[in-house]
């Protein structure tokens, strides 16, 4: 993988890296990641405040229900946070893995502001009513066409930089950047298209199973991976562990995870041959897990001492014990015997914000504060506020997945037992409110980290004064790949 401030061979030397970026591109799209950062998991504090006072938003207005501003928090987190954080940092790693610039580069920039437009007016439009009821895929058609059109074009504009890379060998980041984006772009034609208008009844059902598991295992995660695989090694100055890992990863995740989305409906009219399907592939999904984790934790062989000072790589590093413990999760309550207790409870949410927060939007934070200094060509402002910045989102993450696992388990054995759904929910208040205070916890440390970026952008670093550095260059006395 080709860095600023490594020695260049092959066809890469002499090529100057950083004059193939838009660097336009690069900062409007994180620009928008930064304000998604800010806005959509506060939501999500918001309505969680709900399950502990639920009238301190009002009785009057249906547009502040839970119903109402859950969609908003859920599509907000995949497709504003993670999603703009993603394509702004693809637009910084393609024309680096493949040394050559991506077509069409200024594209990028009209590309973010279409994308987020398009999803501010599909939030503002969820409380008023506009919804097609498929979690993850309620968002109107007016925003869904551009979306997709944003999707397929730069799908197109990545495909044809890669098909043009100086090197012929294709680095792990580039299989998963191409698996995501052509996976995506034939989903979106399914949840945008055809799921809300052509499809009902159980069909419904067990294709909206598929599609959501799409987003989260065809879109997020591989995604995800991309961002990863890119960044650890650069940011701990190691080569990646394994490259035949890696390739396990990627087709054990390109096998398995299409079958996966139903798990969530056993014990329905669901066909059982289906649902075992779906068990089977779930408990196989351990495969790609353990390979990338293992793959992961390789790389940083050797650089442990410096990991505290690493802030990109305490950031990936972190995300993937949450992603060890998340999957765990995921595949264990597929199985019917788990799914008893689990189904319905806070069990699942846990799951499901240990994995697409804690995990995926935990990583493209760390590709964000590699990056955003590279951007400006200085170092970031204050190391101290960055390392506040992840403790905070670590503890709250920690802290969330614990306490609605924990309260989910209690729950669904007492449903088990026989107790009223009454009498089994005001147990679960102190688990809530803990619940709250873990996502305030969060809340800080990402508000912390979009500061801390926007006074790099506008300040000098408040350390070491050290000469400004030109866009894409490491800073002093920090490790290249």
Known sequence: ??????VLRGKFSGVDLD??????????????????????????????????????????????????????????????????????????LVPRLCGVEVPWARL??????????????????????????????????????????????????????????????????????????????????????ILPYTINGINSAAFHGLYIH??????????????????????????????????????SLALFYPFVGIHHYLFSPIADWAETIAITTSMLLIIPVWTVLVNFFGTMMGKWHEFGRNLPAKFLIMGSIMYLIGCFQGSTEALRSIQQPTHFTDFVISHSHLTVFGTFVVWAMGGLIYVWPRVWGRELWSFRMGNWSFWLITVGIS?????????????????????????TVVPMKPYWFVRTLSGISMDVGMSLLVVNLMLTTLLEPATEKRPALRPGAEPAGEPAE
């Open 399 to 423: 802290t969330m997945g614990l306490v609605l696992t924990a309260g989910g388990l209690q729950q669904g054995f007492q449903w088990m037992a026989g107790a009223e759904w009454l009498d």
């Open 214 to 251: 799409y987003i989260v295992g065809l879109w997020i995660t591989p995604a995800g991976y991309v961002l990863i695989y890119y960044f650890l090694p650069i940011s701990a100055g190691n080569p990646l562990f394994s490259h035949k890992l890696s390739l396990v990863g990627f087709w």
């Open 19 to 92: 004059a193939l970026v838009e660097w336009q591109a690069v900062r409007t799209w994180l620009y928008w990641g930064m304000f998604w950062l800010m806005v959509t998991p506060s939501i999500g504090v918001a309505i969680s405040g709900l399950f502990t006072f639920p009238d301190y938003l009002g009785t009057e207005n249906i547009e502040l229900t839970f119903g109402r501003l859950r969609p908003v928090h859920v599509n907000g987190v995949i497709f504003g946070a993670f999603s703009a954080l993603f394509f702004g940092e693809c637009y910084y």
């Open 108 to 193: 990028g920039a009209p590309l973010a502001w279409l994308w987020n437009l398009a999803l501010a007016a599909a939030l503002i439009s969820l409380p008023l009513g506009e919804n097609h009821g498929l979690e993850a895929g309620e968002l109107p058609l007016f925003a869904e066409i551009p979306l997709f059109i944003v999707v397929a074009t730069t799908t197109l504009q990545f495909l044809m930089a890669i098909a043009r890379r100086l090197e012929p060998p294709l680095y792990v980041a580039l299989w998963y950047l191409i698996g995501a984006f052509i996976w995506t772009t034939m989903n979106l034609i399914l949840g945008s298209f």
């Open 1 to 6: 993988m080709a860095e600023t401030g490594t």
